[in-house]
């Protein structure tokens, strides 16, 4: 009874990790290496029916335990640091005026009608549409 409960968990709840490969020895060399793993194993196994493991119901628990707090305290953190950005945080922009000439410093001309205004300055558009109209 005890061996299968003890097959139960360890199919169900062990898996390794890393798997060995024999090293390129003499066969004496291959067999204790072999032997070695068994008694290690042996040895896991004799921990995990002692009760000195943590049960899968005690991993769920702990599990659960950081899925709640994952959503009870890390979702309120997001949103309020989000609707704090939102609300309390002045954003700075770009000031109304004519700017410095380092400001507009261009390697190339922009590929519109009007090469010297940005896409979405209306009113550098609406001077340029009106100089090209009045020339």
Known sequence: MARAVARATTQTGQRRSAQTIPRFASEEEMKKEAVAQLRARIAKQKDIEAGQHISHAEEVAEMWKWVKLSIFVATPVCVLSVVKDMTLVDHPHRKHGPEPDYMKIRNKEFPWECEDCE???????????????NA
């Open 119 to 133: 896409l979405f300055n209306r009113e550098c558009w609406k001077k340029c549409r009106e100089e090209k109209a």
